[in-house]
């Protein structure tokens, strides 16, 4: 039995790529800030290349037309493991990430604790246009800027008065560097922003939250 994470049979690939790059694109939009847009939509252009002829082939077809799907699924499969390699191995991809995706994690990770003990202190900084800073540390230790194994989760919402529940906090990303910067565009000048933090281990398992604070946009 093969150890490869992809798999052999066309359709079990098809499959695999379209699950792997349509999780991509979510956390892209709305955690993920470490790859870059030109490798993801290189990977995603080569995979609508092959999923034209896939599609085709499923109906009669010629020898030519199944040549060609062979061949550019070799190219995507090709581009798929770099991209995997490059991107997918470490922060801020956690293990559950790769789980749901169906790839392996690496072998380092699942060794670490299931519970994140530790609580995140953090400070809002402003500096420059449509710029928020969020300063933060392990609250529980004077030098360690994050607790071994963590980032800092940031949740935060623009609305004027204060969030109700964690559910309202509609925008997130993951901090690997403190302090984090959040950029806005300029028509939220002068709107208020909430924030709240907790620490996230490669495991995906969270830690504390924060009491949430609060700052206008400048």
């Known amino acids: 039995m093969s150890n ?5 049979t066309i359709d079990g690939f098809a499959n695999f790529a379209h699950t792997l790059i349509e999780y991509v694109r979510t956390r892209q939009r709305n955690v993920w800030n470490h790859i870059p847009n030109a490798d993801f939509e290189n990977l995603d252009s080569v995979h609508e290349a092959f999923k034209e002829y896939y599609h085709l082939t499923k109906a ?9 799907k062979n061949r550019r699924k070799k190219e995507c499969e090709k581009v798929l493991r770099v991209f995997v390699k490059n991107h997918l191995h ?7 990430d790769r789980d749901d995706m169906g790839i392996p994690n690496p072998k380092n990770t699942r060794s670490q604790h299931t519970e994140v003990k530790a609580l995140v ?3 809002i900084v402003i ?4 710029n928020v800073i969020v300063d933060f540390k392990d609250a529980d230790s004077a030098s360690k800027a994050k607790p071994a ?3 800092g989760l940031i949740k935060y919402v623009i609305k004027d008065t204060a969030p ?5 906090f509609t925008h997130s990303t993951l901090a690997t560097r403190t302090p984090h910067t959040l950029e806005f565009p300029n028509e939220f000048s002068g709107k208020r922003v909430w924030i709240v933090m907790c620490w996230q281990n490669a495991r995906g398992i969270l830690g504390r939250w924060t009491e949430m604070q609060t700052a206008i946009i400048p």
Request: proline share 8%.
């Open 4 to 8: 490869d994470y992809i798999p052999r």
């Open 164 to 168: 109700q529940s964690q559910e309202e």
């Open 149 to 151: 194994g963590c980032n």
């Open 127 to 130: 500096k420059g246009t449509n």
């Open 60 to 68: 009669p077809c010629t020898s030519t037309d199944r040549r060609e």
């Open 121 to 123: 202190k953090f400070n």
């Open 90 to 96: 470490q922060d801020p991809v956690t293990d559950k």
